[in-house]
């Protein structure tokens, strides 16, 4: 088995990139595939039901995941009205507002990067359970109500702009 530092530095330049390619998504125009933004609904919205059930033990990381998901979705409602979209054809396309939609990656990707170097730092005996910590669950709760609600309001902006068929 390869030792920790070497599959930090296996691992490190490849999650760089994915976290490059993820904000760098956030700044251009995309097009909008529903079955993208249900998928994102059904992955956040089972993540946060897995980790809420995980965290009945740890009431304080309960409310900090509820109210991590709340404040997210308010976040996407405000990060919505500032979103442009556009249809073209039969294409729908949208460019999402990038200044919200950065913070929360970057606060999500931050608190990953801090759990990572406690976990390697202090070992795994030393780390809380990951849904015992009401930061983690707070900063996880903002990410998937911002992205699950996001995909909500784009998949409603689809439905609002389909044309009717004869």
Do not use: C
Request: hydrophobic letters at 50%; proline letters at 5%.
């Amino acid at each position: 088995m390869l030792p920790a530092p070497a599959i930090a530095a296996i691992l490190t330049p490849f999650i760089a990139w994915r976290v490059y390619q993820r904000v760098r998504r956030l700044m251009v125009r995309q097009q909008s595939h529903a079955w993208r933004h249900r998928l994102s609904i059904g992955i956040m919205g089972a993540l946060v039901t897995g980790f809420g059930v995980a965290a009945l033990s740890h009431l304080p990381a309960l409310a900090a995941l509820g109210a991590g998901v709340a404040v997210g979705v308010g976040l996407s409602l405000l990060a919505l009205q500032r979103t442009r979209f556009e249809r073209i054809g039969a294409d729908y396309f949208f460019v999402p507002h990038a200044p919200i939609g950065a913070i929360v990656s970057l606060l999500f990707i931050g608190r990953l990067v801090y759990r990572g170097y406690e976990f390697y730092a202090y070992g795994p005996a030393a780390n809380a359970h990951f849904t015992s910590s009401p930061l983690t669950m707070a900063v996880f709760g903002v990410m998937a109500g911002y992205y699950a609600n996001f995909a909500r309001g784009v998949l409603r902006w689809r439905a609002d702009h389909q044309e009717i068929e004869p």
